[in-house]
DNA sequence: CTAAAATCCTGGTGGC
DNA sequence: TGCCACCAGGATTTTA
């Protein structure tokens, strides 16, 4: 699904179309999309509430909605493994895949597409319900290497399954965890607190840096279908590059299982 | 606290 | 062509 960079660019596309426009309509085809509230109180409170703002926490697409002055709903979208949304113009034939459409005042509709139904939309009054739980965001401007070195020495836990705990960190994902512990030079496996100053360092540069460059790129595309934008792709280092050598030393990268995810890393230039 | 396993889902791929 | 196991960018809940 997509990661930071990716709901980072779906969000900045959606800016300019949506923002100002009221929601009419609400059709939902696959009843468990709607995580809360139930369908039906999601079609009855919706229509009517204009988009104010479009931003993003974590992976987490957050529009705010206002009805006439007063500030109202918030709705927020995961896209999970295979979500994603588009505009459409309404007389566009609808995808097998289409699971709620968001119909608009103009005339287009916000469709959520998700082939394997992991995804879900939430309109809830405090955003807070549903992202309060949330890490820091890595490319806040509040975020550091002094804090990063804090939470890191509260904690065990090997650090790539860490990297990939919204609690702790919110919006890293699987690809982005593996190339930034291959920018960082660090084992996958290493224990959060067992990293030093140096390396602390490293992590916290590798992390911004492969999210920065990713929304420089639009995000990245791996060529299935699921997200269809960026060119990040080219810039992965060991994600997806198994048994291939190691840009670096041409060790060939290895692909072990650690927290039940596939993780990519260079032996050899990750200590 | 950490960690592993099961769960929610569909579809693509490769082996036989 | 069919069948099967396994894989997938996520995250929560259960169990140890």
């Known amino acids: 699904m997509p990661e930071l960079p990716e709901v980072e660019t779906i969000v900045r596309s959606l800016r300019q179309p949506l923002v ?15 995580a809360t509230p139930s369908p039906a109180e999601l079609a009855a409170r ?23 002055r007063e500030l109202a709903d918030t ?5 999970k493994m295979s979500g994603w949304l588009r505009l459409a113009p309404a007389d566009e034939p609808v995808h097998k895949h289409v699971r709620a459409i968001l119909s608009l005042d103009d005339g287009r509709q916000l469709r959520f597409r998700d082939m394997r139904k992991f995804g879900r939309l939430y309109l809830v009054a405090d955003p807070d319900e549903v992202v ?28 790539k399954p860490l990297l990939l705990d919204q609690t702790f960190l919110a919006g890293v994902g699987n690809i982005y965890a593996d190339e930034s512990l ?10 959060a607190n067992s990293l030093s100053e140096p390396e602390i360092e490293r992590l916290y540069h590798g992390v911004c840096q492969v999210l920065s460059q990713a929304i420089k790129h639009g995000g990245t595309d791996l060529g299935n279908g699921v ?32 927290g039940q995810r596939s993780t990519h890393f260079c032996p050899r230039c990750q200590t």
């Open 20 to 34: 100002g426009r009221t929601f009419a309509d609400v059709e939902v085809s696959w009843s468990r999309t709607v």
């Open 46 to 68: 919706l229509p009517g509430q204009r988009v104010e703002a479009i931003g993003r926490r974590g992976k987490y697409l957050v529009f705010s909605l206002s009805r006439g």
């Open 75 to 79: 709705l927020l979208i995961h896209l």
């Open 132 to 159: 309060g739980h949330l890490g820091p965001e890595p490319l806040a401007k509040d975020f550091s290497p002094a804090e990063l070195g804090r939470l890191l020495q509260k904690r065990s836990r090997q650090i």
């Open 182 to 191: 291959f920018r960082a030079g660090l084992d996958p496996r290493r224990r």
């Open 227 to 258: 997200y269809r934008r960026g060119s990040h792709r080219e810039q992965l280092r060991v994600y997806g590059r198994t048994e291939e050598p190691c840009l670096v030393c041409g060790t060939p990268i290895s692909r072990i299982r650690l």
